[in-house]
Every structure is written in C-alpha cells, then in structure tokens.
C-alpha cells in the first residue's frame, strides 16, 4: 500500500517535472487525490495541458474524475463494493466488509486494488468527487441496495453510529429505524447539530410534524426566528394529531417569536388558545407573558389548579419569573420593590439550564430591566453581566442582555462603555425588540452628545421599527429615549402611538408604580425638551404618587417638581441642588447636571448662578475616555474653552444649549463666540463657520 503524498510532495513532483504548480493548486491536488500516487499523477499531468480559458482546478478535478470512473469500471464487482462500502462509512470495519462483500471474495486485495486507484485513502476512507463517480458507474440503485443492507446489518448488530447514520441519510436513505436514530440523536444534540440531524432524520422519513416543535425550538436559539416561526406554525396546523407537549414547544416557540418580534400581545394570545389545562409545566410562563403584555385578565384567566406540572427546575424557574414579576406590578413601597427583586434574582440564578428553550424573555434581562426601572444601576449591569456568558452570540437573549449592559452605562452617564457594548452587537432585522432597544441606546447616547447630526441619523434609522413596534411592560426605557428624540427633532407625532399603546399597558396593570416611574420621568423630560410646562404637570402628578412606592421613585418625583419650577421661571434653588444630588445618587449623574445647570440660566442672581453651574460641574461625569484629539493643543490658537464653544458653535447648538452644556451661561457663550471672531478675522457668522470647519472643528461629536 502507497504512501499517501502531501501538498509539499505534490508541489515537489511538479517542480521535479519542470512545471511547478502554486501552493494553492498543490493543497487542492492533495486533498483531492487522497495524495495517491497514480491519481497525483493524472492532475499534474491535466495542470500541464489545461487551455488558457479554463480553470486550472476545474481541468484538474474533471480529469480526476473521469481517470476515477475508469479505474472503477476496470474493478470487480467486490472490489466496487469494498469502494462503495468505504464510501458509506463501512469500509474501515473488516466484519461489515466481509459480510456485505461475501465470504468468498478476497476482500484485501479489493481493498489494495481501490487504495492504488485513488478510489479510497490509505485509511480506508472515501474521497472528495468518488461518490459522483460511484453513482455512475454501479448505478444509483446498487448505491441505495448496498447502503441499505449496511444500515440494517449495523442495526441487526447494535453498531449503528451517528458518522454512518448522516452518511446514509445523505444518500438518500429512508429508513424507520435509521429515522428513529437520527431524531434520537438530534434531541440531545447541540442547537446547530440538532438543526441538522433533524433535517436529516425527516429526509430519512421521520414525521416532519412530530419533529417540527423541537427544530423550532432549536432554530430558535440560533436565532433564526423565521425558520423556528414556520416550524412552529406546522405543528399547531395540526395540533389535533400530535401530542400536547409538543403542541405547548410548539407555542412556546411562537410566543418566544412574537416577543423577539415585538408583540407580547400575540405571545398572550398564543397562552389563551393555549388554555389553563395545556399549558403544563409552561402554565407560570404564560403567566408572565400575559402580564409582561399589560393583559392583567388573560394572567389571571391562565391560572387554573390543576395546571402545574411536576416540580421540576424549569417549572420552578417560571414560577418565580412569574411570581417575581407579579410582585414587581404591585410593589407600592420599599420593601416589596425589594422583595420583587430578590425573586427575580432566585429565577435569575436557577436560569442555567434555560438556554435549551425557547422562552419570551430570560429571567435575567427581566430582573436587570426592573433593576434600570427601580435606580439600581449597578444591579442591573452586574445582574446582564453574571447571565450573558451561558448564551451563545446567535441566541436573541444574548444580544438583549449586551444591550442591557449598554443601558446601564448610558443611565449612569459611561457613554463610552454604553457605546463600546452597542458596538459589540449585530441585531438582524427580524429581532424587532431587539432593533427597538439598540435603537433606544443610539438615539439616547446621540442626545446626551449634543450632536445634532448623528440624533438625526439614529432617528432615522429607528422609524422602521418605531411604526410596527406594540409596546410592553418591559419596553419603556427606549420608548422613552425614542419620545425625547422626537421631541427634539419635532417630531412627536411619530411616537404617539407608542405612548398611547404605554399608557394602556399602565392603565390595564392599574399604573404600576415601580415600572412607571421611569416612563413618567421620560414624559416630564419630554415637557422640557418642548418647553410645555402644563405636559409636565400630570407626569410629575403621577412621579408624586409614586413616590411613596420606593426611594427612586421619590427621587424622581423631587426632580419633576424641581424641573416644573425651572420651567415656570422660578426656580427653588434648594429644591435644584436636592433633586440634582438625589439622582446623582442613583447614577442620573448627567440628568442632575442638566437640571442644575439648566437652572443656573433662568435665575438672575449671578452668584447663584455661579453656584448652581458649580453643583452642575460636580455631578458631571466623563463620559468618554479623552483621545489624542483632546489633549493636544486647540486649532487655530483658541483657548481650550474658546475651542469647546467652537465645536458646538459648528454643530449647529444654539448658545442656550452650549451654556447647558459647557456649564456657562448663554451670555458667556456669545462673549466666546465673539472672541473667536475677531481671534479669526471673520466677517460674518457664515464666514466663521466656513473657517472652524476648515480647522477641523465640528469633525466628530464633542464629549458632553
């Protein structure tokens, strides 16, 4: 038997003939021929003769082929045998061999005469381009006889593995018990083998519908929500022949589709079709997912005595989602915000085998959510963070529990952390809740910039998924990022539908304080942003009545009192610095300066100014690391304040909203702006500006 030659040895022998050949063309030769001498040989001698206008690895594959078809006719009928049996994964087992081939053929020298064909490797293995040849030579038919009696001799002898199993499919098997084999191995397989094996069990004649909740499932998990979507609608096509547990994977597949898809209300649906007496061990599931949806009617109408399943972990982990989330809803003081928590944590830390099923939402990005609702920002980080390691990147709770992290650190004012999660993120289009947080996060860190141009971008970029998103319980963080935008750009008419949809879902969970304090805290920004202090006054109503639910809440309802007097012109500075250094305290360090800076330009004292724009720099927090750009000199000779007012000059802020920003009044403002002018001898604002940019001002967003 031949030694089998390698890339280096074929680019040896072609070198050795005078017509040397790329490393490239070596390692496909290689791969292709098995490194048999003879087949090597053919190759290299079709490289040589190759025409100008074909490729050289076609000629060489294509005279492989046919010196294959050749050498396979010049074989025995054994022999062939011995080939087709090594290509169905039989040929390294001397038993299968002999029994398949017949006692009476001289198996070795079959074996010898296809390894020095370039039929087999030197390891009894088939090669690349060998089964085209085997099926036209012995024919498609003796290819599917020989392969059958290969599957039922290794079933008769319990030898069956999964390689041979998947061979066998491939060739296009179908096979009760090679189907059987396949489904088996496919239910413990990983999600993207699972895929597979499933696919080939059904091509081996396994009952695509009795199989088609678990490759939803799996699907699922890869993230590929059409697929999991179709394979799930044909199991409840025909709920009425399969059996219930598959039929409740096969819901539980499309309500975690309907929710990655932004639509809990269909996800709720899905558990009242369901019904009470179905939903087994998923019975605390749907309940979440109805009361996630703000369909307090259908929670309630889900629960039935005699619905819970057997107390497995999985049935417990729901129960405490569930129950936590039920806790949360109707928290009105301190110490139920805390008790919510600490069972949203309990199913948040019994969630490690929950990455094997298709669910709405993971118990961690529920407990990290009412953590950013409740101020608990360091909760929340470290809650996404303990969790998002048990997903793989193509799971959708991966991403959402990333983008949660990006939450935290923007509300604690990190914009550089908050941006470097965002970026460590790939959401497709299909996962529209999703696409509704990262849009939240992009309009939200553009906001907080002051740059104009990149709000517009990121605003423009979230029209698609603000028009077809239905809101839930758990989607007002960006919905209210998405509201501030559209105030900001004038366009609040965008988002109405949005608010309306948030305020149904409060009015149906009647106003659930701990979730809606940061809702009411958007609106009271939104009055401000608008300059409408009457929008501002049943926000703050609402933060007021909240406030005795927990301590975030009251911080809230102190700074919408605080706003509301700043709005009014008649700013209490005592309230200011209180409500400022309050939201500081829960990591609203930017939402503070903006608010004691903002009242710094409505009161006329100037030593109280002064003070105010001092409290106002405290509370301010980097919020990016500084480059290289920021440590070098000014352009152009300006000062590094005259330089800072430049750049918001050319981005188009007005001089209120550089003074908010820089902590300076208004009237600074203009005396910089002034300066600059006659620093740089323009004439005219237009002139100015054309300068400034040509100094390379107003090239990026500035850190504010």
Same mark, same amino acid.
């Given at each position: 038997m031949h030694t089998a030659l390698t890339k280096s040895d074929v680019a040896a022998l072609a070198a050795s003939r005078g017509r040397p050949v790329s490393a490239v063309l070596a390692a496909a030769i290689a791969t292709l021929t098995g490194g048999c001498p003879r087949s090597?040989?053919?190759?290299?001698?079709?490289?040589?003769?190759?025409?100008?206008?074909?490729?050289?690895?076609?000629?060489?594959?294509?005279?492989?082929?046919?010196?294959?078809?050749?050498?396979?006719?010049?074989?025995s009928e054994s022999a062939q045998t011995v080939v087709l049996l090594a290509h169905l994964g039989g040929g390294s087992d001397p038993e299968v061999v002999t029994e398949l081939v017949g006692s009476g053929a001289d198996v070795v020298s079959a074996t010898d005469d296809a390894v020095a064909a370039g039929l087999l490797s030197t390891t009894l293995e088939s090669l690349p381009e060998v089964e085209r040849a085997l099926h036209s030579v012995v024919g498609t038919r003796r290819v599917q006889s020989t392969a059958t009696e290969l599957l039922e001799y290794r079933c008769k002898t319990d030898t069956l593995d999964l390689g041979i199993a998947v061979t066998l499919a491939s060739n296009g098997i179908r096979h009760p018990e090679l189907a059987t084999y396949l489904t088996a191995a496919a239910s413990g397989a990983e999600p993207e083998r699972a895929v597979r094996l499933y696919e080939r069990a059904v091509a081996a004649g396994a009952d695509a519908v009795s199989v088609a909740p678990a *490759?939803?499932?799996?699907?699922?998990?890869?993230?590929?929500?059409?697929? &999991?979507?179709?394979?799930?609608?044909?199991?409840? &096509?025909?709920?009425?022949?399969?059996?219930?547990?598959?039929? *409740?994977?096969?819901?539980?597949?499309?309500?975690? #589709?309907?929710?990655? *898809?932004?639509?809990?209300?269909?996800?709720?649906?899905l558990y009242t079709w369901l019904g009470p007496q179905r939903t087994g061990v998923d019975a605390d599931l749907a309940i979440a997912a109805a009361l996630v949806a703000g369909k307090a009617a259908a929670a309630e109408a889900l629960v039935a005595s005699d619905a819970a399943g057997p107390p497995t972990a999985a049935g417990a982990r729901a129960t405490l989602l569930a129950e936590g989330i039920r806790q949360s809803i109707r928290a009105t003081s301190t110490p139920e915000v805390s008790l919510a928590t600490s069972t949203l944590l309990q199913a948040t830390a019994m969630s490690s085998g929950t990455t094997r099923r298709a669910s709405p939402d993971s118990a961690a990005a529920v407990a990290a959510l009412f953590a950013l609702h409740t101020g608990d920002l360091a909760r929340a980080d470290a809650t996404a963070r303990r969790a998002v390691d048990a997903y793989p990147a193509a799971h959708p709770h991966w991403a959402r529990l990333v983008l949660l992290r990006a939450w935290a650190s923007m509300l604690a004012g990190d914009t550089a952390d908050a941006q470097a999660h965002l970026d460590s993120v790939r959401i497709p289009l299909s996962h529209t809740r999703n696409r509704l947080f990262e849009a939240g996060l992009r309009v939200g860190l553009?906001?907080?910039?002051?740059?104009?141009?990149?709000?517009?971008?990121?605003?423009?970029?979230?029209?698609?998924?603000?028009?077809?998103?239905?809101?839930?319980?758990?989607?007002?963080?960006?919905?209210?990022?998405?509201?501030?935008?559209? #105030?900001?750009?004038?366009?609040?008419?965008?988002?109405?539908?949005l608010t309306a949809q948030a305020d149904a879902v409060l009015a149906d969970l009647h106003e659930p304080h701990a979730w809606s304090s940061s809702l009411h805290w958007y609106g009271v920004q939104a009055a401000i942003l608008a300059e409408h202090p009457a929008d501002l006054v049943p926000h703050a109503r609402a933060l007021a009545q909240a406030a005795e639910s927990n301590r975030y809440a009251a911080a809230?309802?102190?700074?919408?009192?605080?706003?509301?007097?700043?709005?009014?012109?008649?700013?209490?500075?005592?309230?200011?610095?209180?409500?400022?250094?309050?939201?500081?305290?829960?990591?609203?360090?930017?939402?503070?300066?903006?608010?004691?800076?903002?009242?710094?330009?409505?009161?006329?004292?100037?030593?109280?100014?002064?003070?105010?724009?001092?409290?106002?720099?405290?509370?301010?927090?980097?919020?990016?690391?500084?480059?290289?750009?920021?440590?070098?000199?000014?352009?152009?000779?300006?000062?590094?304040?005259?330089?800072?007012?430049?750049?918001?000059?050319?981005?188009?802020?007005?001089y209120r909203e550089a003074g908010a920003r820089l902590y300076i009044s208004a009237k600074t403002v203009e005396h910089h702006v002034a300066r600059i002018r006659r620093r740089l001898g323009a004439g005219s604002r237009s002139e100015l500006l054309s300068m400034l940019r040509a100094l390379g001002y107003g090239a990026g967003s500035p850190d504010l």
């Open positions: 090597v040989d053919v190759a290299l001698d079709a490289a040589t003769r190759a025409e100008p206008d074909v490729a050289v690895t076609r000629a060489v594959s294509d005279a492989v082929f046919e010196n294959r078809v050749a050498a396979l006719r010049s074989l *490759r939803a499932e799996n699907c699922f998990l890869l993230g590929d929500l059409d697929a &999991a979507e179709d394979l799930a609608d044909s199991a409840l &096509a025909h709920h009425d022949s399969i059996d219930v547990a598959d039929v *409740r994977v096969a819901v539980r597949v499309s309500a975690a #589709v309907a929710a990655e *898809r932004g639509m809990l209300t269909r996800a709720a649906q553009a906001r907080r910039s002051g740059d104009t141009g990149a709000l517009l971008t990121a605003w423009d970029d979230a029209l698609d998924v603000v028009a077809s998103y239905s809101v839930d319980l758990l989607s007002f963080l960006p919905v209210g990022e998405l509201l501030l935008a559209a #105030v900001r750009l004038g366009q609040p008419e965008r988002v109405a539908h809230l309802a102190g700074a919408g009192r605080a706003w509301l007097g700043v709005l009014q012109g008649s700013p209490n500075v005592a309230d200011v610095e209180a409500a400022a250094q309050s939201l500081t305290r829960y990591g609203l360090s930017w939402d503070g300066a903006r608010l004691a800076s903002e009242a710094a330009l409505r009161v006329a004292d100037t030593r109280v100014a002064t003070s105010l724009l001092q409290t106002a720099r405290s509370l301010r927090l980097p919020t990016a690391a500084p480059t290289t750009d920021e440590t070098a000199e000014p352009k152009g000779s300006l000062s590094a304040r005259e330089a800072e007012v430049a750049e918001l000059l050319v981005l188009g802020v007005t």
